[in-house]
C-alpha cells in the first residue's frame, strides 16, 4: 500500500505541482487549503506524513500542529510533521522544532532533496535545513527554556496535584485521550522519560 501524505497549504498551483511530484515516485497525495480541513482528513485517515506550510486561512501551522498534537491519541495513525515554507526567521522555526516536528525545508528545496527528506522522516530520523539549524544551535535563542501552551500548563499544574488522568480530563472538560496527549507533549518537551521526570522539571524550573 502507497505512504499517504496530506498537504496542507493555500497556494494551489504550488499544491498541485507537488502533488504530481510525489505521485510520480508512488505517495498516495491529498491536498487541502487550511488546517480545518486537514483536521477533518486526519481523523477520518491514516495518512503518514503532513507536510504544511506556516502562513494560512483559518488556522496557521503552528496552531495547526499544536491541535493535532493534543489528539493524536484518537487518530488512526500518528503522522509524522514536515514544515516546507518561505520562513526562515529563527524564532519561527524554534516554535515549529519545539513541537517535535521531523523535518524543516525552504521552499526552495530541490526535488530530489525533498523525496530524499521525506524518506528519511518515514524512517523516523529528522532533517532541518542546515542554514536555519545553525542559526538555531548558535543564537540565545537556543536557551534551556521550553514554551509551553496554556493547555500544557493547565495539566503539568494538575499533574502536580496528583490528578488523575480521568480527574484532569474532568476538571478541563477534555476527553481524557485529550490529556493523554497533553502529557505526552509534555515529557517530549522536557525530555522527561515518566511523570517523576516530569515533576522534578517542573520543580528546578519553577513551573
Known amino acids: 500500500m502507497n505512504q499517504k501524505i496530506l498537504i496542507v497549504d493555500d497556494h494551489k498551483v504550488f499544491c498541485e505541482s507537488l502533488k504530481m511530484v510525489l505521485e510520480a515516485h508512488k505517495f498516495y ?62 524564532k519561527v522555526f524554534k516554535q515549529f522544532y519545539n513541537l517535535g516536528i521531523h523535518a524543516y525545508l525552504s521552499k526552495n528545496v530541490s526535488q530530489l532533496e525533498l523525496i530524499n527528506v521525506i524518506k528519511k522522516v518515514l524512517k523516523n530520523e529528522k532533517y532541518f535545513e542546515k542554514s536555519i539549524y545553525d542559526e538555531y544551535i548558535s543564537s540565545d535563542t537556543n536557551s534551556n527554556q521550553v514554551e509551553f501552551t496554556k493547555r500544557e500548563l493547565d495539566v503539568l499544574h494538575l499533574i502536580l496535584d496528583e490528578k488523575t488522568t480521568n480527574e484532569i480530563a474532568e476538571k478541563l472538560q477534555i476527553s481524557p485521550f485529550t490529556v493523554e496527549g497533553h502529557r505526552k507533549n509534555l515529557m517530549q518537551k522536557t525530555n522527561s522519560k515518566n511523570v517523576v521526570g516530569l515533576i522534578k522539571y517542573a520543580m528546578l524550573n519553577n513551573k
Open 29 to 90: 497525495v491529498v491536498n487541502v487549503i487550511d488546517g480545518e480541513l486537514a483536521l477533518k482528513h486526519l481523523k477520518s485517515g491514516d495518512f503518514d506524513i503532513v507536510i504544511t506550510d506556516v502562513e494560512m486561512p483559518k488556522m496557521n501551522g503552528f496552531d495547526f500542529i499544536k491541535e493535532i498534537k493534543a489528539i493524536e491519541n484518537e487518530l488512526p495513525k500518528i503522522p509524522k510533521y514536515i514544515i516546507l515554507t518561505s520562513y526562515s526567521k529563527i
